[in-house]
T-cell receptor
Framework: GNSVTQMEGPVTLSEEAFLTINCTYT??????LFWYVQYPGEGLQLLLK?????DKGSNKGFEATYRKETTSFHLEKGSVQVSDSAVYFC????????????FGTGTRLKVLA | EAGVTQSPTHLIKTRGQQATLRCSPI?????VYWYQQALGLGLQFLLW???????NRGNFPPRFSGRQFPNYSSELNVNALELEDSALYLC????????????FGSGTRLTVV
């Protein structure tokens, strides 16, 4: 079946540090892949997406590349800010069937000034 | 363009009562998805509606139900509330088909006392 595995949190970094949040998936075919961010007390916001192999999604300094060979979609940012503190969810949308998203369990990021 | 709107923002109910949560999708979006986010847990898929029909259901008891209206807005009903139903309920909408991202609402925080 389809599944998404994210690294356990929380991740605590100092401001301007490099961020990587690992995400791997299991799916048949070529799912679309997404990263969502949830700030405290809010719903989820789409951060970036990639719909085919080798696509790179990017937004607000965050990047993730769809790696079919390693079934991964790791989230990276070169220099984090305190305002990036949030929970990050990796998700996939299957290529057929229900189209409902499969979410990872979320990774909490805390950035210290 | 208005985003996905959910109401009410907060809802407090007594165990055994019924709760009704509402969601208005983005104009043009025909699919509506409901997710439950309990404290400390990830997103659990509840229901998917498209074109007025229930397309898929998550692993929740029948007291969780809903419907989608002709204008594509949706309602989630939870009967015989239990304490463990306390959670953030998120609604998302999307265009039909694979590759389109969800747009989430800000959620309804349901507290059962």
């Amino acid at each position: 079946g389809n599944s998404v595995t994210q690294m356990e949190g929380p991740v605590t970094l100092s401001e301007e540090a490099f961020l990587t949040i690992n995400c791997t998936y299991t799916a048949t075919g070529y799912p679309s892949l997404f990263w969502y961010v949830q700030y405290p007390g809010e719903g989820l916001q789409l951060l970036l997406k990639a719909t085919k192999a080798d696509d790179k999604g990017s937004n607000k300094g965050f990047e993730a590349t769809y790696r079919k060979e390693t079934t991964s979609f790791h989230l990276e940012k070169g220099s984090v800010q305190v305002s990036d503190s949030a929970v990050y969810f990796c998700a996939l949308r299957p290529t057929s069937g229900t189209y409902k998203y499969i979410f990872g369990t979320g990774t909490r990021l805390k950035v210290l000034a | 363009e208005a985003g996905v709107t959910q109401s009410p923002t907060h809802l407090i109910k007594t165990r055994g009562q019924q709760a009704t949560l509402r969601c208005s999708p983005i104009s043009g979006h025909t699919s509506v998805y409901w997710y439950q986010q309990a404290l400390g847990l990830g997103l659990q898929f509840l229901l998917w509606y498209d074109e007025g029909e229930e397309r898929n259901r998550g692993n929740f008891p029948p007291r969780f139900s809903g419907r989608q209206f002709p204008n594509y807005s949706s309602e989630l009903n939870v009967n015989a509330l239990e304490l463990e139903d306390s959670a953030l309920y998120l609604c998302a909408s999307s265009l039909p088909g694979q590759g389109y991202g969800y747009t989430f609402g800000s959620g309804t925080r349901l507290t059962v006392v």
